[in-house]
């Protein structure tokens, strides 16, 4: 399928390109089709919105899914860390999201009925979006925007949900700490090694880039308002490993915000396995849908 392409800031930076998917069915008979953004992955550092187009992973059929279930798909590039340090990935996916709502007439698209999903990076960033869509404030928005980058729900596929914690929670499900795809994501993401120094725009990333942190203060309303997250992740994930989201997923119960998470047995991460099983991803889509009110 050839996609509508375009940006969703005026700059037209390939950084804020997007591809546009639109349904192949009718979902339910209702005149705007629901839409899924996806947000991929590569430690933030590589990768773009053409992994749903085509990916090794498989992680395009996620897309084809979700349009043959009735939703519209995007899938969107950000900033990436040699371009710009955290929070500016956060800025770019609610830019996105802003703007698919504003412009959701002409797409055809419902802007009340948006759900997210990410890979890994994208994960993480699809996490941070369910969790601080009712914040209202400059750091994580990068503005004060009139349209506000709330969603209905959001899938992280295995995402990073602390970054602090991420070596040790290597160790605890049983594999070495350090991994030889590293390559300072972290620090590059964030702008230093943790902890970061005192005073530094280091520390203040590093001081809110976790979505865990927004789990922990999950509310069903209010300004901690959390949208419903489905987990998925395998239990061999090497890189970022299954406790990450075990532990998010602990947090938004425990807080009663919707969620699930599915874990895939003896997954790596990236595995094909996660996306070649129709169930899986018959599920996510079925969940998504009563997420949005269909």
Same mark, same amino acid.
């Given at each position: ?12 930076? *390939? ?12 979902? &339910?008979?209702?005149? =705007? ?6 947000? &991929? ?9 053409? !992994?749903? $187009? ?8 996620? =897309? ?11 899938? %969107?590039?950000? =900033?990436?860390?040699? @371009? ?17 709502? $504003? ?5 055809? %698209?419902?802007?009340?009925? %948006? *759900? *997210? ?37 959001? @899938? !992280? %596929?295995?995402?990073?949900?602390? /970054? ?59 300004? &901690? ?26 947090? /938004? $119960?425990?807080?009663?915000? $919707? ?14 396995? @996660? ?16 997420? *949005?009110?269909?």
């Amino acid at each position: 399928m050839t996609p509508l392409t375009g940006f969703y800031t005026p700059n037209n930076d *390939v950084s804020h390109a997007f591809d546009f998917y639109p349904p192949q069915a009718s979902l &339910h008979g209702t005149e =705007r089709a629901p839409l899924m953004i996806y947000i &991929h992955g590569g430690a933030w550092r590589y990768g773009d919105k053409s !992994s749903a $187009e085509n990916s090794l992973s498989g992680a395009h059929k996620l =897309r084809i899914a979700f349009t043959a279930a009735g939703f519209a798909v995007a899938s %969107i590039n950000y =900033r990436l860390s040699d @371009i710009a340090q955290f929070p500016a990935q956060l800025h770019d996916v609610k830019a996105a999201v802003r703007y698919f709502k $504003e412009h959701a007439l002409e797409l055809g %698209i419902d802007a009340s009925r %948006i *759900v *997210v999903a990410g890979g890994s990076a994208g994960g993480h960033l699809a996490q941070l979006l369910a969790g601080t869509g009712h914040l209202k404030d400059a750091y994580s928005e990068g503005a004060a925007p009139d349209t506000l980058s709330d969603i209905q729900a959001a @899938i !992280s %596929i295995y995402g990073v949900s602390d /970054l602090r914690t991420i070596f040790d929670d290597r160790v605890a499900c049983g594999f070495s700490g350090e991994h030889p795809e590293d390559g300072d994501a972290e620090k590059l993401l964030l702008g230093s090694a943790y902890p970061a120094p005192r005073g530094s725009d280091a520390e203040q990333a590093w001081a809110t880039a976790h979505p865990i942190d927004y789990a922990q203060l999950a509310s069903p309303s209010g300004t &901690h308002q959390h949208a419903p997250l489905f987990f998925v992740h395998g239990t061999a994930d090497s890189l970022v490993p299954w406790n990450q989201s075990s532990k998010a997923f602990t947090a /938004l $119960e425990k807080h009663g915000i $919707e969620t699930q998470l599915k874990l895939v047995e003896d997954a790596e991460h990236g595995d094909p396995a @996660i996306y070649a099983n129709p169930l899986l991803l018959q599920q996510i889509v079925a969940w998504s849908i009563v997420q *949005v009110g269909l």
